[in-house]
């Protein structure tokens, strides 16, 4: 089974920042992509950036150029950046990998986290 636990939101006025972090755990063999999700209430989950292991990166329009995102391989953990932040960023936050987990046999899954609140004030 592979675990990915989130850390590091809050609560934030509006142009600070914050630091996500994401760590899997579990039977992993390797990850492929991993990704930060959001949802704000009422809203679908929407992609903010993704990350491959190779080191590409994508993001939403709506967080380039303040969002950064990054991993540690080594640590299978993925972080994201978020500077200068803004009262429409308020949102559960998800981390997503995309897993290749092995006990007896190896296949490829998506393993959620459990979100982490990130809330801008104005």
């Known amino acids: 089974q592979v675990q990915l636990v989130e850390s590091g939101g809050g609560l934030v006025q509006a142009g600070g920042s914050l630091r996500l972090s994401c760590a899997a755990s579990g039977s992993i063999f390797s990850i492929n992509d991993m990704a930060w999700y959001r949802q704000a209430p009422g809203k679908q989950r929407e992609l903010v950036a993704t990350?491959?292991?190779?080191?590409?990166?994508n993001y939403a329009d709506s967080v380039k150029g303040r969002f950064t995102i990054s991993r540690d391989n080594a640590k299978n953990t993925v972080y994201l950046q978020m500077n200068s932040l803004k009262p429409e960023d308020t949102a559960v936050y998800y981390c997503?990998?995309?897993?290749?987990?092995?006990?007896?046999?190896?296949?490829?899954?998506?393993?959620w986290g459990q979100g982490t609140q990130v809330t801008v004030s104005s």
């Open positions: 990350a491959t292991t190779g080191g590409s990166t």
């Open positions: 997503a990998a995309d897993v290749i987990t092995q006990v007896t046999v190896r296949y490829l899954a998506r393993f």
